[in-house]
């Protein structure tokens, strides 16, 4: 999105509102859950990871035109907006750091100063997010970009910055969290979202209620962002429009509502507390965000992407279901044990999401993609030479994945499944900044390699060209030499 012009909001508060706070209290304790243990964030967040892969190209290309339509300004203030905790707090950031670091080298500029801001609701767990920053700055390094991280506490539903003062905002996987529960949720009964048996009204209750926030965010975003500023925001939809009830039978938040009315049967819940317990969520239709981003008028639209993706469960074997559901469930777990202890308390927790587990592996059949599948293949490109930029360049006879310039430490991954004839195959390119004089054009990928783990991994260093395939456990090999000719 590309900031056009300021748009001054009122802080609106009403009775209603303050009501309706008070039967939701829950919603006060929103927040990923932190530490670094084995139900955290920190660990369990590995779908947001892949969100934010997926965004890259996105980020990047945006990054690049902020810095030409600004002409490469002495200084950029970027906003993470829900930056949440742990190692993917930095991945944005460090994207930024590089693009700009690599772009600016490209065009013999002097990078800006980045002032880095971290937000996320106060009670985030900003201590294990500032630990990191030693780990950040390391991975860093080789950066010629001088570049300043600090904490800004507060909910993006409200003004978090001075006026005119953001170049970038960031958000990803913030943006479906509603402000507060809707109201009118009364006849959605045992159900924490919206399933297929919810009342009409229960879609049109949450739509309502997003429509408002998000309206609220992107007027004040443009209050806070400089002309010709940009936004790159990710967060979870839906493609289904001809019935906004549907929510197939694998939804995270309908097997939710499942495990807790086998919970409700146990005699472990009551009935009322599930009653009043509902998701502060919405998953909006790329129609619904472009109406409400035409109405509000601040922005406009430059790229509108949909990504299909759902937990991992889905179209599994039987030995495999088992695993899958733990996997999800310590993933919804980490996203909101919060919430539940705040309204049912900690007692059943562990018990709640051993019957999200079973029910997970009880829809391994399920075919609807709800939430990101893991493709069949991964092909990874790695920096670990001395000190330099290594440009790379991948392409197969259909698909060209385009430039991408890596620092020191940084990887480049690209996921895709293998055509129906098992015919793929990728050849890439890999140089030696600054000149790239010194590369190498290699074949990266064939479909006959896939009896193997589905990932290659393939590594520039000083001497050569090295290769890998499995995440774990199998040696290095080194391939190829550099060959010594002109980009």
Known sequence: MTCRCDYKTENESSSGDEERSSKYSFVSALCMSGGEGANSYSTNSLLQRRALAKAKPVLVKNIKELMMDLNF?????????????????????????????????????????IDCCLNDLPNNDFNTTFKLIHSFKEKNFTSKVPYFVSGVPGSFYSRLFPRKSLHLVHSSYGLHWLSKV??????????????????????????????????????????????????????????????????????FWTLLSKSLHDLV???????????????????????????????????????????????????????KRSKSGQNEAVYIRAVS???????????????LFGKFAHHVSQHAGCRNKTTIVDEKETLVLTNELNNKILAIHCKSKDDDLGDHYLAVGQSQEYKFRDNLWHTTLF???????????????????????SKYVGYTYWIGREDGIYFRQDPHGLP??????WNLTAY
């Not at 930056?83 to 800006?112: D, H």
Request: proline share 5%; net charge negative.
């Open 182 to 251: 809707p109201e009118g949720l009364e006849k959605n009964k045992m159900s924490v979202y919206i399933t297929a048996s919810s009342p009409l009204s229960a879609y049109k209750a949450y739509l309502k209620q997003f429509q408002r926030d998000f309206t609220t965010f992107l007027k004040l975003r443009s209050e806070e962002m400089v002309s010709n500023g940009r936004m790159v925001l990710t967060f979870i939809g839906r493609n289904n429009m001809d019935n906004p009830l549907h929510r197939d039978c694998c939804h």
């Open 73 to 113: 300004p002495k200084y950029i203030k970027v906003a993470d907006l829900g930056c949440s905790s742990g190692q993917n707090t930095f991945l944005a950031m460090s994207e930024i750091i590089n693009t700009i670091n690599v772009f600016c080298q490209k065009w013999n500029q002097n990078p800006p100063e």
């Open 476 to 481: 290095l090999v080194k391939r190829y030499d």
């Open 337 to 351: 044990e919060p919430l539940l202890v705040a309204h049912f308390g900690n007692a059943i927790i562990n018990r």
């Open 265 to 319: 049967i146990e005699g472990l819940v009551s009935a009322s507390m599930v009653d009043s317990f509902y998701m502060p969520f919405y998953d909006p239709s790329k129609e619904e965000v472009k109406e409400i981003v035409g109405k509000e008028g601040s922005f406009e639209i430059k790229d509108l992407e949909a990504h299909e993706y759902d937990l991992g469960h889905c179209n599994q074997d039987q030995s």
């Open 427 to 449: 050849w890439c390119h890999m140089g030696q900044g600054p000149d790239y004089k010194i590369q190498q054009v290699f074949e990266a990928y064939r479909s006959t390699w």
